[in-house]
């Protein structure tokens, strides 16, 4: 049976638009060895997707950051005819979550919270699937990748003196050691 959280997130619009605006990842008819969607590759996903496997359950691919670790989960429905039964499985990297025996409540919010690009803390409700998780935050992967892009322009406009950043400092620095030298 539902519970009252769960009813209440399928009836709350955010979460429903932003669901429904997720790319589509089409796996055919792929299935993992134990009928667990746990074989989509890394570089399958770009952040997230959702989906239907060929048994008609719904799933959710979600990549996100945690320790400077990029982290891949798929949650499925365990069976099609279940809207409340979910699981966690993957290979691609280290879990975040345990999700033996089903999801809980607290799980299913983390899900929901992590759909809507959220900074997440791990709590040991969540039963994470590291112990170092706990008290960490969770980020989206989009957000991991936009701060590498801009740790990547930084360096470039800091150290090529083709812009106006590094002629500038470079321009300071010689001043400096000039004035100290006199």
Known sequence: MPSRL?????????????YKSLPNLNIGKRNGMTDYIDFIPFDEVDTMAKGTDCFG??????KCVI???PIMQTFFQR????NSHWMGCGHATELLVDTSGGMNDTQFKLLVDLIMEKNI???EEHSPASQLYINKTVFPYRQYLAAKIIKQQWRMCRWNPTYTMCQTIQHKN??????TAS
């Open 6 to 18: 769960y009813d209440s997130i399928l009836t709350n619009d955010d979460i429903i638009f932003k």
């Open 121 to 123: 803390i791990i709590k």
């Open 79 to 82: 069976y099609s005819n279940s």
């Open 174 to 179: 010689y001043t400096d050691i000039i004035n």
């Open 67 to 69: 320790d400077n670790r």
């Open 57 to 62: 359950r719904r799933f959710i691919v979600i």
